[in-house]
T-cell receptor
Framework: QKEVEQNSGPLSVPEGAIASLNCTYS??????FFWYRQYSGKSPELIMF????GDKEDGRFTAQLNKASQYVSLLIRDSQPSDSATYLC????????????FGAGTRLAVHP | DVKVTQSSRYLVKRTGEKVFLECVQD?????MFWYRQDPGLGLRLIYF???????EKGDIPEGYSVSREKKERFSLILESASTNQTSMYLC???????????FGPGTRLTVL
């Protein structure tokens, strides 16, 4: 069973804090990992991707990957109310057709 | 930029009607997908297509069919709409750099 697990939240953080979103996956052979942000009533948009173990930074966002632990996370520094959204983790599982497996998403609420 | 468009943002239909949802992409991607998204259930894959005239069932194909006569166009068909098909429908393509899924704006379908 191909699974991507996320805590549904809501994760509530104050403005300016670091938000930490976590994701675990079941396929040890997975090679590429993605984070999408989805505002209420809108479609998911890609915000980060990571292929190698370690950290990848892009502005206020940092993706972290630990393949040995089958764990990927997204850190949002200096959180803003505009970051309030649902964040979907997606994993490209090995084998099969080119489709991603999505987690159910973590809802983030940043309060002023 | 990848552009994925969907025929309608909002649609209201009656039970028993045949419903067509259309998705068009302009990036020459081979893989296209239809999902539905419901609160608390995340993204659920209905059908996907990896080439013209090719289709594969996803996790919840019952009550749906698809058509892909041209590479850029992927249609989702509800043969006889039912109230439990009220949902947000999202089309996506796969490809590009990074090689991942890119979503259209979604169609919020209400079946009365």
């Amino acid at each position: 069973q191909k699974e991507v697990e996320q805590n549904s939240g809501p994760l509530s953080v104050p403005e300016g804090a670091i938000a930490s979103l976590n994701c675990t996956y079941s396929d040890r052979g997975s090679q590429s990992f993605f984070w999408y942000r989805q505002y209420s009533g809108k479609s998911p948009e890609l915000i980060m991707f990571i292929y190698s173990n370690g950290d990848k930074e892009d502005g206020r966002f940092t993706a972290q990957l630990n393949k040995a632990s089958q764990y990927v996370s997204l850190l949002i520094r200096d959180s803003q109310p505009s970051d309030s959204a649902t964040y979907l983790c997606a994993v490209n599982f090995s084998g099969g057709y080119n489709k991603l497996i999505f987690g159910a998403g973590t809802r983030l609420a940043v309060h002023p | 930029d990848v552009k994925v468009t969907q025929s309608s943002r909002y649609l209201v239909k009656r039970t028993g009607e045949k419903v067509f949802l259309e998705c068009v992409q302009d990036m020459d991607h081979e893989n296209m997908f239809w999902y539905r998204q419901d609160p608390g259930l995340g993204l659920r894959l209905i059908y996907f297509s990896y080439d013209v005239k090719m289709k594969e069932k996803g996790d919840i194909p019952e009550g749906y069919s698809v058509s892909r006569e041209k590479k850029e166009r992927f249609s989702l068909i509800l043969e006889s709409a039912s109230t439990n098909q009220t949902s947000m429908y999202l089309c996506a393509t796969r490809g590009g750099r990074p090689d991942t899924q890119y979503f259209g704006p979604g169609t919020r379908l209400t079946v009365l």
